[in-house]
């Protein structure tokens, strides 16, 4: 692109939509991303009662005791938390209840064969909002020995060390 060009003037109209579209996050399950390698991750739209929609405006969820199960041409989550909506009367919902998953159906038949191979699971990673719509990530992993764990950590570390190292190379550089 040239120097000169300059990103157009958006109108007030295509600014919301342009903020409608944007991912609120509800939810991250960081744990998950820890005990797992992720190999494959689907997006799906979740079945939800109007108290826990609400709940869930309020940024009140957790994800980190929830997984998923596929099976017989239906994908479930199970425990993830979604507490009480505080205004909520008689018809309130329960927190931790099995919740349906709406996916493409060959979407849930490769999650359903994928996850029968030995240590491959289905965790859920991120609840957020897209244009008012509830949408959970969801991944196909295989669980992480503990030496895996020790040496994602290692890892991180040695690239936090080197990144350090480089600030101060490049700050001695400029005195």
Do not use: C
Request: net charge positive; hydrophobic share 35%.
């Amino acid at each position: 692109m040239p120097k000169d060009w300059k990103k157009p003037k958006l109108s007030e109209a295509q600014k919301r939509k342009e903020d409608s579209d944007a991912k609120k996050m509800i939810a991250r399950n960081k744990k998950a991303l820890h005990d797992y390698s992720i190999d494959e991750s689907f997006e799906a739209g979740l079945v939800l009662s109007g108290t826990e929609v609400k709940a869930l405006r309020m940024g009140r969820a957790s994800l980190v005791d929830a997984w998923v199960e596929a099976r017989d041409g239906e994908a479930w989550l199970y425990q993830a938390n979604i507490p009480m909506y505080s205004q909520g009367s008689w018809n309130n919902h329960t927190p931790n209840r099995k919740r349906k998953l709406l996916l493409h159906r060959d979407e849930i038949a490769r999650l359903e064969q994928r996850s029968q191979a030995k240590g491959m699971t289905i965790v859920p990673l991120e609840l957020y909002f897209v244009r008012g719509r509830v949408k959970v990530e969801i991944a196909l992993a295989q669980g992480k020995q503990e030496w895996d764990k020790r040496q994602a950590l290692r890892e991180a570390q040695d690239k936090r060390e080197a990144e350090r190292a480089m600030r101060r190379y490049v700050k001695q550089a400029r005195h």
